[in-house]
Each structure stands twice: as C-alpha cells, then as structure tokens.
C-alpha cells in the first residue's frame, strides 16, 4: 500500500522593520530673490541706435545708387558730347 505523507505548511515569519524616527519639520524661509537686473540702456535709447543702424545702411546703399546713375548720366552727356 502507499504511504501517505502529511506536510505540514510552514508557518511564516513577517519581520516589521522599526517605526522611522519622527522628523518635525523646521520653518526655514526662502531667500530673498537677487534685485532686478536693470537694462544698460533704455528702451528709447535702443530705438535710436536701431534707427540710426538702418539709417546708415539705407544711405550707404542710396550713395551706390546715385553714383551709378550719376556715372551713366556723365556717359551719356559725354556721348553726346563726343557725338555733336
């Protein structure tokens, strides 16, 4: 005959770790935020240097042009010059 064997279950054993220790919390207040930075120049200050910026851009590109017409108007009157 067969021989029946019990096995019995093993009880378990739960380890709890310890309570953590209390922690209060401390009022510690935030720094003050840094001052503001302040801009070097003003906003009007910015304004007229951008302008005086395109300004001298618009000139520069304006002088190219009146020397290029200026030149082909000097041909053609010497042209015509040279031609009468």
Not at 8 to 34: G, K, L
Request: proline residues 11%; glycine residues 4%; negative net charge.
């Amino acid at each position: 005959m067969e021989e029946k064997i019990e096995v019995q279950p093993e009880e378990r054993v739960y380890v709890m770790p310890p309570h953590p220790e209390a922690v209060v919390a401390r009022e510690e207040r935030t720094p003050p935020p840094d001052p503001p930075t302040t801009a070097e120049n003003t906003l009007a200050d910015l304004i007229k240097q951008a302008v005086g910026e395109l300004r001298g851009e618009i000139m520069s590109e304006l002088k190219v042009e009146m020397r290029t017409e200026l030149q082909k108007e000097i041909r053609g009157g010497l042209q015509a010059y040279v031609e009468n």
